[in-house]
T-cell receptor
């Protein structure tokens, strides 16, 4: 079974600075997808960014980018120019290539991101 | 609807009672997932529906848990004889065709408290 590990229960960063959230995973598959989800206090899970394992280029979405190291099974999220609205729980997730069911999204335990004004 | 809708938003129930949680997926989404999120934890997969195929129930923690979905419409998650350990947020998500790279859209969850 796939596992996702987020080793930082909580991170704090000053507004406008850059922060990196770490994520490692374990899988025997060669094709898969990785995601970062944001969960604010409203409980609504919001997709931040996704990465296909077969792509070498790191995904980027505005201020959010990832550092995907396939050999090391590492998938970190970098948030540049942190804003107060970025404060939330961030979950790293893995999804097998075959799709749903037991291959459905496997989540890490999350990192609580605090933005200091 | 515009998004995934779950009801109720919050539910407090006495130990031993049955509860039913509802999920309205986004129209046209064939795949529907239920997850459980305990306090301070990540999301734990419970069950997956894809169209009219038999659901994948491999994540259900016990026979007290069951879920139904008719076609590509509403799903209900039922917990019988609730226990305090069932207290958690139950999240529903839907996606189009269940393809691996297709974003799963989540509802806001039902917070279940068993007293």
């Amino acid at each position: 079974a796939q596992t996702v590990t987020q080793s930082q229960p909580e991170m704090s960063v000053q507004e406008a600075e850059t922060v990196t959230l770490s994520c490692t995973y374990d899988t025997s598959e060669s094709d898969y997808y990785l995601f970062w989800y944001k969960q604010p206090p409203s409980r609504q899970m919001i997709l931040v960014i996704r990465q296909e394992a077969y792509k070498q280029q790191n995904a980027t979405e505005n201020r959010f980018s990832v550092n995907f190291q396939k050999a090391a099974k590492s998938f970190s999220l970098k948030i540049s120019d942190s804003q107060l609205g970025d404060a939330a729980m961030y979950f790293c997730a893995y999804r097998g290539y075959s799709g749903g069911g037991a291959d459905g999204l496997t989540f890490g335990k999350g990192t609580h991101l605090i933005i200091q004004p | 609807g515009a998004g995934v809708s779950q009801s109720p938003s919050n539910k407090v129930t006495e130990k031993g009672k049955d509860v039913e949680l509802r999920c309205d997926p986004i129209s046209g989404h064939t795949a529907l997932y239920w997850y459980r999120q305990r306090l301070g934890q990540g999301l734990e997969f419970l069950i997956y529906f894809q169209g009219n195929s038999a659901p994948d129930k491999s994540g259900l923690p016990s026979d007290r848990f069951s879920a139904e979905r008719t076609g590509e419409s509403v799903s209900t998650l039922t917990i019988q004889r609730t226990q305090q350990e069932d207290s958690a947020v139950y999240l529903c998500a839907s996606s189009f065709h269940g393809a691996s790279n297709t974003e799963a859209f989540f509802g806001q969850g039902t917070r279940l408290t068993v007293v």
